[in-house]
């Protein structure tokens, strides 16, 4: 699949904007500044529901505008695909396909794509919620209706916070919160399911991240990833120091207890901080506290590997899911967007990851600097300037 065409209205600062597309590699080049990351951005959006930017939709509607719209023409073989989403103030975001209505939510069933962006360098060195979002969206590019279970979560943590904060403030006993039994049966089993389906892609991770990580390290090293998890007492989002003996995948802590099911692990998890819940007001195990911990022949990245590893293993991971991605799909290879990766690596790691892209459908880069960009590559220019494209 590639992208054909995309059009922009009032989408950061493009009032409006029409771009053709075609397969290969393409570099939208241009002093920083001027717009080339909200071109990729918007496509990133439509692939995963979210920008690697900023968490707030309403940050990508152009200043003074009520909305957003972005609009993609996809093509795969000989057939065409239009996809649309509109971006609100204050409402609902809308979505299309081929001029329908569709729920928002089910948009990454027709566009996939992995995003490469200096940003990811968090996901080695940055909070638990990075790497969560990472794991989360590649869930959902494989399996859209996780989107509603992981929403579905959320709604539930949200409202049994709000039941303990209340009965915090009313210093109720825990003998008198029967209620909150109800929403415990719900978080368990949403919950269940997003660990478990967590711990099957870290699992189809491993071989693609050794492979990807060397293709651009190109040394033989071993990167792993495992879960963290909150309710074998991993540390949270706001818990200091190591989780020590928590850190532990799904599978490792089913073989040490000898449980099989994830839902009676969290069962007995929640009922072990309930206390401890009551007095802060807070959902304090499940998947929105879990973390992955990535390390490198042995060692968490965080805090050992170099910066130049760090950058090898978040490059690994993207590669990683596009792999992934386009052995499932049957809707081709994901679209690759670089945005201003090249100028982040030196030039051994640029031509490793040249290499590891080019037989990709369609690679779409930005660059403040063209000669940061391997020429092997036979990238298609387009330039941008203060939301204009000027030249294709």
Known sequence: MHVKRLTLTDFRNYRSAELDLAPGVTVFVGPNGQGKTNLVESLGYLATLGS??????????RAGADAAVVRALLRHIDRELLVEVQLNRGAANRAQVNRSAVRTRELPRYFSSVLFAPEDLALVRGEP?????????LLVQRSPRLAGVQADYARIV???????KSARAQRIKESQLSTLEIWDERLVELGSELIDRREELVAELAAPLRDAYQAVAGVDQQPRVTQRLS?????GDD?????GSGSV???AARESTGDGATADVFRAALAGVRRKELERGLTLVGPHRDDLLFELNGLPAKGYASHGESWSFALGLRLAAAQLLRAESAIGDPVLV?????AELDAARRRALAQAIGDFEQVLITAAVL????????ARLVKIRAGEVLAE
């Open 52 to 61: 690697h930017r900023t968490s707030v939709d309403a940050a990508m509607i």
């Open 129 to 137: 919620s990075t790497r969560r979002r990472f794991i989360d969206e």
């Open 158 to 164: 949200t409202q049994r916070n709000s039941l303990l």
């Open 231 to 235: 309710i074998h007492g991993a540390a």
């Open 239 to 243: 818990d200091d120091g190591d989780a």
């Open 249 to 251: 995948s799904m599978r």
């Open 338 to 342: 670089l945005d201003d990766v090249f």
């Open 371 to 378: 000669e940061d960009v391997p020429a092997e590559l036979g």
